[in-house]
């Protein structure tokens, strides 16, 4: 394959750029691992969810800031991610390299915003740059490195929490823990970079330069995270994401083609006894199960 020579997306030097994943592998990973078919669903730049066998990939770093990345992917990954997925999470180190995966995901959720020139991107354009430096800044530890006051959070997000929605949105439970999205999200005046690892959530505040009504969950620029318990999520803007997220993957199954429709069903009627003890499966029955006591109730 032809060499692409560009400038990398963190460091500005000119190299052989990388295939980068936006968000991180291991989500990937897990996602397909726990899938009830081999596949997975990820919602594209544009809000668009789709059904793929990879996550979205694109030529962003050269090699050593991939690996600069890559530490503190694998470290949430060990000592984060996997623990609260198998429900073995007690305790949660208080460690820079939780603000710098939470800041290297934002950040480049904000890239590909920016390569596909996403309307939002121009809208908050000013905000945007300086935050794209401050944040580059803090990742490559650069001496004139300022700390700034935009927080960033990283939100566990359970079955109970997504329970009070189901009401409104039968299949909220199922759409946000078992998809991988990334994308600006604005409303009432508000926006920030939000990204959803399978329920793991990431929130780089781009205004205002506080997430409200949030205790517990701030990774940088201080750290919060797992040190108050419990985390508080009592903002309007991120439940109403979250239901609006649900909507799109609830659009999405419309839309899919009947090529990968038929690649679904093959791999269901190969497999049923995998789809049925996947932990897909397991989150799809559980939601099928509250939805029917929410229905029962007086
Ligand atoms: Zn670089």
């Not at 559980?286 to 229905?295: A, C, D, G, V």
Request: glycine content about 6%; overall charge positive.
């Amino acid at each position: 394959m032809k060499n692409q020579i560009d400038v990398c997306k963190l460091c500005k030097k000119d190299s052989n750029l990388k295939m980068s994943h936006v968000l991180p592998r291991f989500l990937g990973t897990y996602l397909k691992n726990t899938s009830a078919t081999g596949f997975l669903t990820a919602v594209d730049e544009n809000g668009n969810p789709s059904r793929s066998q990879d996550l979205y990939k694109r030529r962003l770093l050269c090699g050593q800031c991939e690996s600069v990345l890559n530490e503190a992917e694998t470290f949430f990954a060990e000592k984060v991610f996997y623990p609260f997925k198998k429900d073995k999470l007690q305790s949660i180190p208080v460690d820079d390299r939780l603000g710098r995966f939470a800041v290297s995901v934002s950040l480049r959720a904000l890239w590909i915003m920016q390569i596909v020139e996403h309307p939002l991107i121009k809208r908050w354009k000013d905000q945007l740059v300086e935050l794209e430096n401050e944040w580059r800044n803090y990742l490559l530890k650069e001496p004139n490195f300022v700390k700034g006051s935009h927080s960033h959070h990283i939100l566990l997000c359970n079955e109970a929490l997504l329970a009070v929605g189901l009401k409104n949105s039968p299949n909220l439970i199922h759409s946000v823990l078992r998809t991988s999205a990334y994308y600006l999200f604005e409303k009432f005046e508000k926006a920030y970079v939000f990204a959803n690892l399978a329920g793991v959530q990431i929130i780089s505040m781009i205004h205002p330069s506080d997430l409200p009504v949030s205790r517990g969950t701030e990774v940088y620029p201080n750290q919060t995270f797992g040190v108050q318990a419990p985390p508080g999520i009592g903002w309007g803007g991120y439940y109403q994401n979250l239901l609006e997220l649900a909507e799109k993957c609830d659009a999405a199954k419309g839309r899919l083609s009947v090529a990968q429709r038929e690649m679904i069903e093959r791999s269901l009627a190969k497999a049923p006894e995998r789809a049925a003890m996947s932990e897909d499966g397991r989150i799809y029955q559980m939601q099928q199960e509250l939805l029917h006591s929410i229905r029962d109730e007086p």
